[in-house]
Nanobody, 124 residues
Framework: QVQLVESGGGLVQAGGSLRLSCAAS????????MGWFRQAPGKEREFVAA????????YYADSVKGRFTISGDNAKKTVSLQMNSLKPEDTAVYYC?????????????????WGQGTQVTVSS
C-alpha cells in the first residue's frame, strides 16, 4: 500500500517562509512525477509545483514562480516545497501527489497517489 505523508505546514506571517516535506512509503511505490497542489476554502484544488524525475524538469504555477522551489530525492522517495515570501493568498491545504506515469504534470488527474494534506496559513 502506497502512502504519502506531508509535514511542515503551519502559521506564518506574510513575507515569511515555510518548508513542506512529503515522504512516500510502500514497497511497490515508484513514480515518474511528484507534485504539490493546494486547495483554499471555497476554491478548487490547484496546481502549485511538480518535479519530473526522469528529465529533472520542474514546473510551477505562475502565482508561485520565483517564490517557491520544489526539490526531491527519488531514491529516498521524498519531495519538498520551499515557500518564501508567503502571501495571505497562499493560505490553503497543501497536498503532495505522485504520478506513476509520464502525463501532464500540472493536472491533478495525472496523479495516482495523494497525501492527506497539511494546512498552511499566512497571516497579513
Amino acid at each position: 500500500q502506497v502512502q504519502l505523508v506531508e509535514s511542515g505546514g503551519g502559521l506564518v506571517q506574510a513575507g515569511g517562509s515555510l518548508r513542506l516535506s512529503c515522504a512516500a512509503s510502500g514497497r511497490t511505490f515508484s513514480s515518474n512525477t511528484m507534485g504539490w497542489f493546494r486547495q483554499a476554502p471555497g476554491k478548487e484544488r490547484e496546481f502549485v509545483a511538480a518535479l519530473r524525475w526522469s528529465a529533472g524538469g520542474t514546473y510551477y504555477a505562475d502565482s508561485v514562480k520565483g517564490r517557491f522551489t520544489i526539490s526531491g530525492d527519488n531514491a529516498k522517495k521524498t519531495v519538498s516545497l520551499q515557500m518564501n515570501s508567503l502571501k495571505p493568498e497562499d493560505t490553503a491545504v497543501y497536498y503532495c501527489a505522485a504520478a506513476k506515469f509520464l502525463r501532464i504534470a500540472t493536472m491533478d488527474y495525472a496523479y495516482d497517489y495523494w497525501g492527506q494534506g497539511t494546512q498552511v496559513t499566512v497571516s497579513s
